[in-house]
């Protein structure tokens, strides 16, 4: 693997560079304390030091709406969307992130794939960064460290002065082709460390959820929960959607659009005559942290959370992820101990 060294100075002229190869999509600022993945017009609005953003890179593989299809009696015809590869190079992507595209895209391809999905997957360069966790991040109680390269064509890991930048495959090589950086001889920072953390692995949260089921923390947890769906929304591997057929007052013609939705809220399990077969604000919350660390991951061996934080971050009522998990960990725990006694 080669290690370059780009200057904090140099980083509007690597975004340039990058520009003329590919579009590019990166972080951007919007607002005082917020971040947000956009098209890169100017390189000098490009931020590669930041929390979060937001929305993660999935909402341009996973448009929150588009159109499925669209039909016209008229003149008896029906068509499919348009759906394009992206293309593009994504730059300033935590190691979380890029993480939770694999999860989609394990979620998109097993069974039926999905074509629009993995069309927009196509072409996808990934240029990463390190970041320094908060108060939210626990991505390494998943096994994702911030300097995680994995899947990566380019990473860059910050130092004080700019970035080690580390070229990871031939696509990240040809990247770089005509941008002149001096060799980065030194080695990289020492671990950042998490302020937040999940007490036990993947593989003993499978047995603690199973245990889990009926724990009060579901209940408790429901008191202050509002019910907004904020969490499912802003989750990097929430992928659930909702398909309406919206026909034009004619009755001619028409449209099958999708738009993301969440488990969170009331209307997703809503089915025919009315019914909700998950009513209860605690059965909603079982069932959206059962789905991160427990129903997929039986199957696939991985947790389905990333430890981004994101869901607690911008949770209307301040709500943990961390800490339910945590209180079914401590509950498990104390009822094992007891049925040794
Ligand atoms: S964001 Fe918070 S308040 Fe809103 S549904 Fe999720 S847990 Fe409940
Ligand atoms: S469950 Fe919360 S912390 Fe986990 S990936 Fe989703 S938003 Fe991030």
Not at 151 to 160: A, Q, V
């Amino acid at each position: 693997m080669v290690q370059f060294f780009l200057e904090s100075d140099r980083v509007a002229e690597f975004v340039t560079h990058l520009m003329k190869r590919k579009p590019v999509y990166a972080p951007h600022r919007k607002g005082r304390k917020s971040y947000s993945f956009e098209r890169t017009r100017d390189a000098a609005g490009v931020v590669l030091d930041y929390p979060r953003v937001m929305q993660s890179v999935k909402k341009f593989f996973l448009p929150p709406r588009e159109q499925l299809l669209s039909f016209d009696l008229g003149d008896n015809t029906c068509r499919a969307g348009e759906v394009e590869p992206l293309d593009a190079i994504f730059l300033g992507v935590h190691s979380y992130d890029l993480a939770a595209v694999g999860r989609l895209d394990h979620n998109f391809s097993e069974g039926r794939a999905e074509r629009n999905y993995l069309t927009r997957r196509q072409g996808a360069l990934w240029v990463g960064v390190s970041y320094e966790p908060d108060e939210y991040h626990f991505a390494g109680s998943v096994g994702i460290d911030p300097y995680d390269t994995e899947g990566f064509d380019i990473f860059l890991t910050r130092l004080l002065d700019g970035y080690v930048l580390e070229v990871l495959t031939p696509a990240g090589e040809s990247l770089l082709e005509g941008f002149d950086l001096p060799a980065h001889e030194a080695g990289k920072p020492a671990k950042k460390h998490f302020q937040q953390h999940i007490y036990v692995p993947q593989d003993r949260l499978n047995e603690v959820m199973s245990a889990s089921y009926n724990n009060p923390v579901w209940e408790e947890t429901a008191l202050g929960c509002v019910g907004c769906g904020t969490c499912n929304l802003v989750c990097p591997t929430c992928y659930c959607f909702n398909v309406e057929e919206n026909v034009d007052i004619t009755v001619t013609k028409g449209s099958r659009d999708r738009h993301w939705d969440g488990c969170m809220l009331r209307e997703f399990s809503e089915v025919a005559g009315g019914e909700v077969f998950r009513e209860t604000l605690a059965a909603r919350q079982r069932h959206r942290v059962m789905r991160k660390f427990k129903y997929i991951s039986e199957k696939t061996g991985q947790p389905w959370c990333v430890g981004c934080g994101r869901c607690t971050a911008y949770c209307t009522a301040g709500i943990s992820i961390v800490n339910i998990v945590n209180r079914c960990i401590s509950d498990y725990e104390k009822s094992t101990v007891s049925a040794i006694r």
